[in-house]
T-cell receptor, first 115, second 118 residues
Framework: AQSVTQLDSHVSVSEGTPVLLRCNYS??????LFWYVQHPNKGLQLLLK??????LVKGINGFEAEFKKSETSFHLTKPSAHMSDAAEYFC?????????????FGRGTSLIVHP | GAVVSQHPSRVICKSGTSVKIECRSL??????MFWYRQFPKQSLMLMAT?????????EQGVEKDKFLINHASLTLSTLTVTSAHPEDSSFYIC??????????????FGPGTRLTVL
């Protein structure tokens, strides 16, 4: 069985400072991992995904995440926050089940960016 | 990029009526579509996985007779909320995975449908 834990329900940063959104996962097999962002009144958008090709994954809008198998973590980072980054972020783990790939969402982390 | 649409974006209905929500992949074929429910300030809860041409697989606790899912083609899945009640009011989101499939296949999300049952 798979699960994903987003350790922080809210993260508050000042504009221009680094962002760290934490995600730990549990999976029976080698999972695929994703980060999605949800802006108010908009659909979820993929930020990046881990495909086993590289442990450090670069995504859109300057975000990146590092897959650490020993720590079962896939934390999302960005060197410098922008006001437009304020949104809800979801870490997702997916593994095969009965021929389909079933996603499990973390509870989400709300990123608040102060001017 | 791949686009998924949902219709309607908002619907208000009376208690006891049925509501149909459509999810379409506009520029790709989707073998698998997912239906989620999201309550305010909460995460997405997977309701069911829909594969084209076969019966949907419902998550534990989701009533299959209440939430009817049809995946008639590779670009269309529908969710019908039957005999809706106020507690069914929620934000319903669909997503689709492209035909190629696979473990690393991302999902493309629709913009969601806000259902309000009076």
């Amino acid at each position: 069985a798979q699960s994903v834990t987003q350790l922080d329900s809210h993260v508050s940063v000042s504009e221009g400072t680094p962002v760290l959104l934490r995600c730990n996962y549990s999976s029976s097999y080698s999972p695929s991992l994703f980060w999605y962002v949800q802006h108010p009144n908009k659909g979820l958008q993929l930020l990046l995904k881990y495909t086993s090709a590289a442990t450090l994954v670069k995504g859109i809008n300057g975000f990146e995440a590092e897959f650490k198998k020993s720590e079962t973590s896939f934390h999302l980072t960005k060197p410098s926050a922008h006001m437009s980054d304020a949104a809800e972020y979801f870490c997702v783990v997916s593994e095969e089940s009965g021929g389909s790939y079933i996603p499990t969402f973390g509870r989400g982390t709300s990123l608040i960016v102060h001017p | 990029g791949a686009v998924v649409s949902q219709h309607p974006s908002r619907v208000i209905c009376k208690s006891g009526t049925s509501v149909k929500i459509e999810c379409r992949s506009l520029d790709f074929q989707a073998t698998t579509m997912f239906w989620y429910r999201q309550f305010p300030k909460q995460s997405l809860m997977l309701m069911a996985t829909s594969n084209e041409g076969s019966k949907a697989t419902y998550e534990q606790g989701v009533e299959k007779d209440k939430f009817l899912i049809n995946h008639a083609s590779l670009t269309l899945s529908t969710l019908t909320v039957t005999s809706a009640h106020p507690e069914d009011s929620s934000f319903y989101i669909c997503s689709a995975s492209p035909l190629a499939g696979g473990l690393y296949n991302e999902q493309f999300f629709g913009p969601g449908t806000r259902l309000t049952v009076l």
